[in-house]
């Protein structure tokens, strides 16, 4: 059974900096591109963060670019989501997802695995 399960969310300042992580099981996660999505209330669910397999490749939203930065451990299972400069436009659930594409994905109907998501609230 594949779980995705994030963490490292909660309420920050603007300005401020959190780290989200996901640790997935019952994959072999190196075969997989991980992405990070967001979804506030009201909203479509949106693309943040894509990594590729091996790490050597990340792709990312305009709105985020130059201020969040995704990683990868794959020794770990754990893919992380660095958020710089946080703005309360950044409020939102994130959500980690797994994609066997072997080009990483921007769009949420190609990953074929979820997280339950983590909140995070950026308060101004």
């Known amino acids: 059974q594949v779980q995705l399960v994030e963490s490292g969310g909660g309420l920050v300042q603007a300005g401020g900096s959190l780290r989200l992580s996901c640790e997935a099981s019952?994959?072999?996660?190196?075969?997989?591109?991980m992405g990070w999505f967001r979804q506030a209330p009201g909203k479509d669910r949106e693309f943040v963060a894509v990594?590729?397999?091996?790490?050597?490749?990340?792709y990312y939203a305009d709105s985020v670019k130059g201020r969040f930065t995704i990683s990868r451990d794959n020794a770990r299972n754990t893919v992380y989501l660095e958020m710089n400069s946080l703005k309360s436009d950044d409020t939102a659930a994130y959500y980690c997802?797994?994609?066997?594409?072997?080009?990483?994905?921007?769009?949420?109907?190609?990953?074929?695995?979820w997280g339950q998501g983590t909140q995070v609230t950026v308060s101004s």
């Open positions: 997802a797994a994609d066997h594409s072997l080009v990483p994905e921007t769009t949420a109907p190609e990953y074929d695995y």
């Open positions: 019952g994959l072999t996660f190196s075969w997989y591109a």
């Open positions: 990594i590729s397999r091996s790490g050597d490749n990340a």
